[in-house]
């Protein structure tokens, strides 16, 4: 469970605002249903995960993502109407979209040729506007393409955006690494980026709902952002080949040989379909409304049309030249996973909780105390390449998500993936291996970071804050008593008390 999980735990009681319910969540915030009492209206509530808000720098990019998108009014984005903080609770109140994401839509399935660039067009144009602002999003991926009632989309989260004129000279908290299935090389690299890239990530959104799956796969998410510098550009299955050519303007792996902007895309996508190979069929939906401008989901555009010659697709760039500019961490972290043996899939036994045993396991913290946690008992066998592959990705997720102010910070610890995370890997070896060293001592490590910050929440009277964390810690040691305590004083300063925050242990 990912830390702004537990914020629906915690009483948020912003002046002016009622909560309905959750109904998201990210990185760096959680988002609710919520009723804007002075007009009425609902809206969705963003507030920023305790973890982050405690740092002042991450606050202050809070409010920054509440400036750049009140800036951006156009119908294909989100519009913001309100932000602020209150308790040490950060926030944003932006309009409310009742259609759903496009993740959610993608594992429905069942999306039209014509849908797919209708939303592919509308997601452009929002693009192009944001660009001609000076605005780059950095993360557009399905979570983030919100439906209107009529079936057109809008953009949402600029909560990683980055003014292009340098005016902002610092990126939030994951800018440089976003969201590896839909990165763009650049990005990947950690090096300055512009709009380019994030057409490269709207032509990864594109490939995914014609292929069915991202363009490019692997087990853990340092693989896959290196495949995105590294590897060619995907080629579609049929019968979605004549639409390569705009896959490969989008997702040239050198920007200056993408198109240079969304109306450009726009454009380009409208001469494909005016000469797609004859028997292409669109597949006409009669649920979308009409618009202002012509939909191809609604249009005659398959009615008449040409063959089109696929042989001139643009020219495909020099991918195969060695990169220089990776990051040592992320390259050392990725060349480990890309070749260390990847496990078998194996049998589910029982996706049912409560049927998940328990077994008790000693370790030692690294601020020198020991711990006892529980681990899920064994329900499969795991080989050693297994346990060394499981182990290797944990580390790696522990050494980037306790890094103090690091783009990881929080992340990759406990959540989002319920299993694809430190927690997990160490504990699933644990279940294998109950005396495996080196797990013992990843959770270890985990415990004496959330005791760490709970600690240091606590100390600076962010009560609400200081639950939440220690809450998580809880789920790594539920029997940790000085994360018990932390709780314990973090729910007493909620009630308006003075409590005494306990000490953190010595070696």
């Not at 594992?107 to 067009?121: F, K, N, P, R, Y």
């Not at 299955?237 to 792996?253: F, T």
């Not at 995370?421 to 080196?438: D, F, G, T």
Request: glycine fraction near 8%; proline fraction near 7%; charge should be negative.
């Amino acid at each position: 469970m990912n830390a702004t999980v537990l914020l629906t735990a915690v009483d948020i009681n912003i002046p002016g605002y009622q909560i309905l319910k959750p109904i998201g969540e990210g990185g760096m915030a959680s988002v609710f249903l919520a009723l804007q009492k002075s007009l009425e209206r609902e809206v969705a509530l963003k507030v920023m995960s305790p973890m982050l808000a405690a740092n002042a720098e991450f606050a202050s990019r809070f409010l920054i993502e509440g400036k750049i998108t009140a800036k951006l009014q156009h119908p294909n984005l989100v519009t913001v109407y309100d932000i602020g903080s209150y308790n040490g609770v950060y926030y944003l109140a932006a309009e409310y979209i009742p259609g759903g994401t496009l993740k959610e839509r993608l594992a429905e399935g069942g999306l039209s040729v014509a849908e797919i660039l209708d939303i592919i067009t509308d997601v452009a144009q929002g693009l192009d506007f944001a660009h001609q602002k000076g605005f780059v999003h950095r993360d557009v991926k399905p979570a983030n393409v919100l439906f209107r009632n009529d079936g057109r989309v809008v953009l949402a989260d600029f909560g990683i955006a980055k003014a292009m004129d340098g005016s902002n000279s610092s990126t939030v908290a994951g800018a440089s690494i976003g969201t590896p299935d839909y990165m763009s090389p650049e990005q990947a690299r950690g090096e300055p980026v512009d709009g380019r890239s994030d057409l490269y990530s709207l032509g990864t959104v594109l490939f995914e709902m014609l292929a069915g799956h991202p363009p490019y796969q692997a087990g853990d998410p340092f693989t896959v952002a290196l495949m995105h510098v590294t590897h060619p550009v995907p080629e579609l299955p049929e019968p979605h080949v004549w639409l390569q050519p705009i896959i490969a303007g989008l997702m040239a792996k050198q920007a200056a040989e993408r198109f240079n902007t969304g109306a450009a895309t726009v454009e380009a996508i409208q001469q494909l379909v005016a000469k797609a190979p004859e028997g292409v069929s669109l597949h006409h939906s009669a649920g979308r409304k009409a618009g202002p401008a012509a939909r191809l989901s609604g249009s005659a555009a398959t009615q008449q049309r040409t063959r089109v010659s696929l042989s001139k697709q643009a020219q495909r760039p020099s991918w195969q030249k060695p990169v220089a500019a990776l990051g040592v961490l992320m390259l050392a972290a990725a060349a480990a996973l890309v070749f260390w043996p990847k496990p078998e899939a194996t049998q589910v036994v029982s996706d049912s909780p409560a049927t998940v045993e328990f077994q008790p396991s000693t370790a030692t913290a690294t601020d020198g105390t020991s711990l006892t946690a529980s681990f899920p008992a064994a329900v499969a066998p795991m080989a050693a390449d297994e346990i060394e592959n499981a182990l290797t990705r944990a580390d790696v997720y522990l050494a980037k998500g306790t890094v103090k102010g690091g783009e990881w910070e929080g992340r990759l610890l406990v959540g989002p993936d319920p299993e694809d995370n430190a927690m997990y890997l160490y504990q699933r070896v644990l279940s294998a291996e109950p005396e495996n060293k080196r797990a013992k001592e990843g959770i270890a490590a985990l415990v004496a970071f959330y005791r760490r910050n709970a600690h240091e929440l606590c100390s600076m009277e962010r009560w609400i804050s200081c639950a939440v964390i220690a809450r998580v810690g809880l789920q790594v040691d539920p029997g940790d008593d000085t994360l018990v305590k932390l709780n314990a004083a973090a729910e007493q300063g909620q009630r308006g008390e003075t409590p005494r925050v306990p000490p953190l242990p010595t070696q």
